[in-house]
């Protein structure tokens, strides 16, 4: 479990975390209210957990209908509000992890320097070896089993960035 392009010491206390996915109403929220369920049951202070999407489709928007009954089912109530990513969450986060390979190529695009760009990672890095999947699929039009596909992905990946993170 290593990212591509940032070493576990450094991933060390890297605590103001950026999902982002395309849409932010399906794969970011849920990684963001997962995270945070996380945060909050590890007792952990000092983090600062948001997402965001890459288009403008739904801004404003509070994550999809689907994907919240599926997050609630699991204990965790979404409610963020639909926002895009801009070259300013680049200052306010130490770490801005796309979805897939789409996403990140996004974020390279805008990401406005070197140093910005290699706060860039894929969810991905943090699955388990053992998991056949490289990115989080999008569960747009997908049925109830994709949804559950993407949650369980990211209540893996989640955990493992947490421990990544902390310094413990
Ligand atoms: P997300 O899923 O990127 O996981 O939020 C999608 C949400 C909306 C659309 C595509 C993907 N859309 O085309 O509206």
């Known amino acids: ?5 940032i070493t576990e010491e450094e991933l060390k206390g890297k ?24 945060v909050d049951a590890e007792g952990a202070v000092d983090f600062a957990i948001d997402s965001a999407g890459t288009a403008r489709y739904h801004i ?12 609630r089912r699991r204990g965790i109530e ?6 895009q990513v801009t070259s300013i969450d680049f200052e306010d986060f130490d770490l801005v992890i796309g979805m897939d390979d789409s996403n990140l190529a ?3 695009r805008i990401a406005p320097s070197p140093e910005a760009e290699r706060k860039i990672l894929g969810m991905s890095a943090f699955f388990n070896k053992s998991t056949h999947y490289d990115y989080v699929p999008d569960p747009y039009y997908e049925g109830a089993e994709g949804f559950e596909l ?4 990211l209540e893996e990946g989640c955990r493992n ?8």
């Open 60 to 71: 404003g928007e509070l994550p999809d209908h689907r994907m919240r009954i599926h997050a």
């Open 78 to 83: 979404l409610d963020h509000h639909c926002r």
């Open 15 to 38: 605590r103001r975390i950026l999902f982002v996915c395309l849409g932010n109403i399906c794969r970011s929220p849920a990684a963001e209210g997962i995270m945070k369920s996380i």
């Open 106 to 108: 996004n974020l390279r």
């Open 1 to 5: 479990m290593v990212s591509h392009n």
């Open 150 to 153: 993407v949650l369980d992905l």
């Open 161 to 168: 960035l947490y421990k990544a993170v902390s310094e413990r």
